[in-house]
């Protein structure tokens, strides 16, 4: 027991020694020659004990600027979070900016006076399934059927109005119907009806001798004297994708792809007032211009030198 102690004693002044001569070495260096003498006896602690000694003192030195990380952490975190911010915000401003831009353009040719709108919710509304709610209403000089556009064309009417708020039935829904006239045609019109969410629009002619064709796009015919409707004039529907086949004595039909995607509206505009008349086509999108055909001839010219060859086969 008493050479344990003994041991255990001589083993602490040791320790204690080298930590000092290692701390003293590490701020001043002053100690060299001392270091160098006791090396053979304190080399192998010192070097145990140095690897001990290192990840204390990182550690307390850590300890020391942990603040600061803190701070550093923080702040960046803000930074990323604004930076998040900054980019999900110019996304969304710059598809605002391009409805905007349509709906205005749309409207400006039309010479429509509209009242722009949020759509704040989709859903199913007094026993109609496709239904959107904006946040414009009576207060902004809205009534029950008005026209209710985008920049790409016929979003549907108006069927509720709140002082604040107001409810669109959508063109794809089942029960919505519009009078129509195919482009370019004067006395080709009909009536262009909803099919759900995700499916064509049906069209049906009133004419059982007129004759439709895919790739003709289709406008709200507007209001008459003969035919009295809630719609403006000229607001692009669709094209027609699919002429379905005639049956004997009936009119004919087709399905149309709506110029507007009705489960993605955000800006709309409401038309509280319209001129009489629209000129015609004049508010539909661009047909794309073709590329030009180009035929290239090729004509082959026999060689002098393969006239009259021989091959010869060993």
């Known amino acids: 027991m008493r050479n344990s102690r003994r041991g255990r004693l001589v083993l602490t002044i040791l320790l204690l020694a080298a930590f000092s001569l290692i701390t003293l070495d590490y701020r001043t260096g002053a100690l060299n020659g001392v270091r160098s003498a006791g090396s053979t006896i304190f080399g192998p602690i010192e070097n145990g004990v140095g690897h001990v000694t290192h990840p204390i003192g990182s550690w307390f030195s850590s300890i020391g600027h942990l603040g600061s990380y803190k701070n550093e952490n923080a702040a960046l975190k803000r930074r990323i979070s604004t930076l998040e911010y900054q980019a999900n915000l110019s996304a969304a401003e710059a598809a605002e900016l391009k409805q905007d831009r349509a709906l205005l353009h749309l409207a400006g040719l039309a010479q429509f006076t509209v009242v722009a709108s949020r759509v704040t919710a989709y ?25 209710v556009i985008s920049g790409d064309g016929l979003v549907g009417r108006v069927i509720t109005v709140g002082h604040s708020s107001s409810t669109i039935l959508l063109a794809n829904d089942p029960t919505f119907s519009v009078g129509i006239r195919v482009e370019g045609k004067q006395l080709e019109i009909g009536t262009v009806s909803g099919s759900g969410t995700n499916r064509p629009l049906t069209l049906e002619l009133d004419s059982n001798t007129a004759l439709l064709s895919p790739g003709q796009s289709v406008v709200s015919l507007g209001s008459s004297p003969s035919v009295p409707s809630p719609f403006v004039p000229e607001v692009p529907i669709g094209t027609i994708t699919h002429v379905n086949p005639l049956a004997g004595g009936l009119t004919e039909t087709a399905e149309v792809k709506p110029f507007v995607d009705y489960t993605a509206i ?49």
């Open 123 to 147: 859903g199913s509304s007094m026993g109609f399934e496709e239904t959107a709610s904006i946040n414009r209403g009576s207060a902004s000089g809205i009534k029950k059927n008005m026209t």
């Open 266 to 314: 955000d800006i709309v505009a409401v038309v509280v007032a319209a001129p009489k008349s629209v000129k015609h086509d004049s508010l539909l999108p661009a047909s794309p211009t073709p590329a030009p055909t180009v035929t290239v001839t090729v004509t082959a010219t026999p060689s002098s030198s393969s006239t009259g060859s021989t091959t010869t086969t060993p």
